[in-house]
């Protein structure tokens, strides 16, 4: 069977479980300190709560208000044994109030209003954080502790279950590289941003096809530092203006952009439209991706004492991460090229199966 059809066949298997970008477990946890008390709000997604407690009770599969309700008891006493706040050894007691529902983006969270009371004034507190993760290793908690004019920024994940959060500290920034980290986690797990960046160095190469390989090898780098360069400084852009709330859009029509911008990388793979001016479609999309990338800051609802140092730390991050994606890719698609036709008919074939899947991810998230 030719080869491009057996990898079609293989895609076209694959598209339901790559049908979601970004489908990443998470929960949003903030508590405001007074004194010996704390209050906020806990926020857990939904889907990950029927996961693990079964909110659907009469598994029709749709979790009504009353559902909630039902279990309610349930949920409330798993998120309870699931997290544990100390102030210098001795446990806090955690209250937690009536449930609702919060949207965020096209994902449904459970709103759970919490009143912490410590023994003594919290001056050091301690997080223990165990949610979720037997379910999806990958599953992270931010979470948001402000003192008085000071906000803290921590994330728990499954290698990152206890947090120390000294609150007399001088600066509110010492989560840096928390923050750094999680550039570079949102980058990694950002399917539909990783497969424009594969796209974006196909379409390099394939317009190197006419070249001798000494011209080849001359230009490949030339271009590519300027493709990629340029998709770097657009998305750096808009991903500091929206979360500085300079300038934003609508976020169904961002993630439907981004979907476009894969379909059409794709086809610039498949015939060839773009050629030395691929940087400029690069920058020009790379301003939408960048609105992408704000939504996951903008969720958090950083105060300002803490928003230009984490917004600085996260965009280090996803800078880093998509400089190794990028290094790791190169050998690869140079290695494509080497199998001459073979290698031709890889790469037509993972671009077609990509618009396939970019195709699915516009109709989703358009509404279409």
């Given at each position: 069977?030719?080869?491009?059809?057996?990898?079609?066949?293989?895609?076209?298997?694959?598209?339901?479980f790559f049908?979601h970008?970004?489908?990443?477990s998470?929960?949003?946890?903030?508590?405001?300190?007074?004194?010996?008390?704390?209050?906020?709000?806990?926020?857990?997604a939904?889907?990950d709560?029927?996961?693990?407690?079964?909110?659907?009770?009469?598994?029709?599969g749709?979790?009504?208000?009353?559902?909630?309700?039902?279990?309610e008891?349930?949920?409330?006493?798993?998120?309870?044994?699931?997290?544990?706040?100390?102030?210098?050894?001795?446990?806090?007691?955690?209250?937690?109030g009536?449930t609702?529902l919060?949207?965020?983006?096209?994902?449904v969270?459970?709103?759970?209003?919490?009143?912490?009371?410590?023994?003594?004034?919290?001056?050091r507190?301690?997080?223990?954080?165990?949610?979720?993760?037997?379910?999806?290793?990958?599953?992270?908690?931010?979470?948001?502790?402000t003192?008085?004019d000071?906000?803290?920024?921590r994330?728990?994940?499954?290698?990152?279950?206890?947090?120390?959060?000294?609150?007399?500290a001088?600066?509110?920034?010492?989560?840096?590289?928390?923050?750094?980290?999680?550039?570079?986690?949102?980058?990694?797990?950002?399917?539909?941003?990783?497969?424009?960046l594969?796209?974006?160095m196909l379409?390099?190469?394939?317009?190197l096809g006419?070249?001798?390989?000494?011209?080849?090898?001359?230009?490949?780098?030339?271009r590519?530092?300027?493709?990629?360069t340029?998709f770097?400084?657009a998305?750096?852009?808009?991903?500091?203006?929206?979360?500085?709330?300079?300038?934003?859009?609508?976020?169904?029509w961002?993630?439907?952009?981004?979907?476009?911008?894969?379909i059409?990388?794709?086809l610039?793979?498949?015939?060839k439209?773009?050629?030395?001016?691929?940087?400029?479609?690069a920058f020009g999309f790379?301003?939408i991706?960048?609105?992408?990338?704000?939504?996951?800051?903008?969720?958090l609802?950083?105060?300002q004492?803490s928003?230009?140092?984490?917004?600085?730390?996260?965009?280090?991050?996803?800078?880093?991460?998509?400089?190794?994606?990028?290094a790791g890719?190169v050998?690869?698609?140079?290695?494509?090229?080497?199998?001459?036709?073979?290698?031709?008919?890889?790469?037509?074939?993972?671009?077609a199966?990509?618009?396939m899947?970019?195709?699915?991810w516009?109709?989703?998230r358009?509404?279409?």
């Amino acid at each position: 069977m030719n080869i491009r059809i057996c990898l079609l066949l293989v895609l076209t298997c694959l598209l339901p479980f790559f049908a979601h970008a970004h489908t990443s477990s998470e929960a949003f946890l903030k508590i405001q300190l007074d004194g010996s008390r704390a209050t906020g709000a806990w926020e857990f997604a939904l889907q990950d709560l029927e996961n693990i407690v079964g909110v659907d009770a009469d598994g029709d599969g749709r979790i009504s208000w009353g559902d909630i309700k039902n279990r309610e008891a349930a949920i409330q006493q798993y998120i309870l044994a699931g997290i544990a706040l100390q102030q210098n050894d001795e446990t806090c007691h955690v209250i937690p109030g009536t449930t609702m529902l919060n949207n965020r983006q096209d994902t449904v969270f459970l709103h759970v209003p919490v009143t912490v009371e410590c023994p003594a004034m919290i001056e050091r507190l301690q997080i223990n954080y165990d949610l979720f993760f037997n379910q999806d290793i990958r599953h992270h908690a931010i979470w948001l502790i402000t003192k008085q004019d000071k906000t803290f920024s921590r994330i728990s994940s499954s290698d990152n279950r206890n947090i120390q959060v000294n609150l007399a500290a001088a600066e509110s920034s010492d989560g840096f590289l928390e923050f750094v980290a999680q550039g570079v986690w949102h980058i990694w797990i950002g399917l539909d941003h990783i497969l424009f960046l594969v796209l974006l160095m196909l379409g390099v190469e394939n317009a190197l096809g006419s070249l001798s390989p000494t011209q080849r090898n001359a230009q490949r780098w030339r271009r590519l530092i300027k493709t990629v360069t340029a998709f770097t400084i657009a998305h750096s852009v808009t991903l500091a203006l929206a979360t500085t709330a300079w300038f934003r859009l609508p976020l169904v029509w961002v993630e439907s952009m981004i979907a476009l911008s894969v379909i059409v990388a794709g086809l610039n793979v498949l015939f060839k439209w773009i050629d030395e001016r691929l940087w400029l479609f690069a920058f020009g999309f790379g301003l939408i991706h960048g609105f992408g990338f704000a939504s996951v800051l903008l969720d958090l609802e950083l105060g300002q004492s803490s928003l230009l140092i984490n917004l600085l730390a996260f965009n280090i991050g996803v800078e880093s991460g998509q400089l190794v994606i990028v290094a790791g890719l190169v050998p690869l698609i140079i290695g494509l090229h080497r199998l001459g036709t073979r290698g031709l008919y890889i790469r037509h074939a993972l671009s077609a199966g990509v618009i396939m899947l970019a195709s699915v991810w516009l109709v989703q998230r358009s509404g279409m």
